[in-house]
């Protein structure tokens, strides 16, 4: 399966799939990506709001009116508010986190970028996080930006996210192989 299949899966993939489409062919990408992140923005921070998109208690016109009102206070482009419109029509709008972050994800790859998400021990220094991004980049032929996570359960090394692969290098991890494999001979 492509990494770009992979993005695309599910409910959130097709409707992110459909929205990137629209903001491609009609060179509004950009502007759409800022709506968007205004709107997981917004998410964030309204437990309301999170459970309106979530709760099955809320009717679909309910749903609808809300979002028809929150895009215009948010003054989105006609095509985020359309695309939020029809998701609340199908009673989907339980998925808009996870089809902001396809959309997002979508985008990074058609410029050529991709997103690695990385836990260590302690926090890398920005010369390691450089050597890392650099390191990356030549492995996947894509610019890398690091989202750094410090996790000091995983005693030391590396845990690599990206897309779909994913690279475990910690300490802890080749413990718990070493003490699986000893149970195997004892």
């Given at each position: 399966m492509s990494d770009t299949s992979s993005l695309t899966s599910g409910v959130a993939g097709r409707y992110a799939t459909a929205l990137?489409?629209?903001?491609?062919?009609?060179?509004?990408?950009?502007?759409?990506?800022?709506?968007?992140?205004?709107?997981?923005?917004?998410?964030?921070?309204?437990?309301e709001l999170r459970d309106l998109i979530s709760s099955p208690v809320y009717s679909r016109?309910?749903?609808?009116?809300?979002?028809a009102e929150l895009s215009k206070q948010m003054k989105v482009s006609p095509k985020v508010a359309n695309t939020l419109a029809l998701m609340a029509s199908n009673r989907r709008l339980f998925v808009l986190p996870q089809m902001i972050a396809a959309l997002?994800?979508?985008?990074?790859?058609?410029?050529?970028?991709?997103?690695?998400?990385?836990?260590?021990?302690?926090?890398?220094?920005?010369?390691?996080?450089?050597?890392?991004?650099?390191?990356?980049?030549?492995?996947?032929g894509k610019d890398v930006t690091i989202n750094?996570?410090?996790?000091?359960?995983?005693?030391?090394?590396?845990?690599?996210?990206?897309?779909?692969k994913m690279i475990d290098t910690s300490v802890a991890s080749k413990l718990a192989n070493l003490q699986n494999a000893m149970k195997e001979v004892g």
């Open positions: 990137f489409e629209i903001a491609t062919e009609s060179s509004v990408l950009s502007s759409i990506e800022a709506d968007l992140d205004a709107l997981a923005a917004a998410l964030d921070e309204s437990a016109k309910q749903q609808g009116d809300v979002m997002k994800a979508l985008s990074a790859d058609a410029r050529g970028q991709i997103t690695a998400d990385v836990t260590a021990a302690k926090k890398l220094t920005k010369a390691q996080q450089e050597s890392l991004a650099k390191a990356l980049s030549k492995s996947t750094m996570a410090v996790d000091e359960k995983i005693i030391g090394g590396l845990i690599v996210k990206m897309g779909s």
